[in-house]
């Protein structure tokens, strides 16, 4: 079990496919990458991470993580 980001909320880590990343972030399969390749200092989007040669996903944890920073921002 992993802490999120959310005061109470305990989850398991698991990945997720693209499918599901458009339902947190609004960004395409070309964007991502660029995202990805941000310096340290102007928060990059998580790694994706590589299952095999034609699958990826994305750890749940790291993009909500990385949700919640650029929303505490505003």
Sequence with gaps: MHRSPY????????????KELRTIVPYS???LPRMEALP???DPFPK??????????????EVLEWVER?????
């Design 7 to 18: 005061p109470g909320v305990m989850f398991v880590k698991r990945c997720i496919s693209y």
């Design 29 to 31: 399969r070309t964007h």
């Design 40 to 42: 340290p200092d102007k």
């Design 48 to 61: 994706r991470v590589r299952l095999s040669e034609c699958r990826i996903c994305w750890w749940l944890h």
């Design 70 to 74: 650029r929303s505490s921002r505003r």
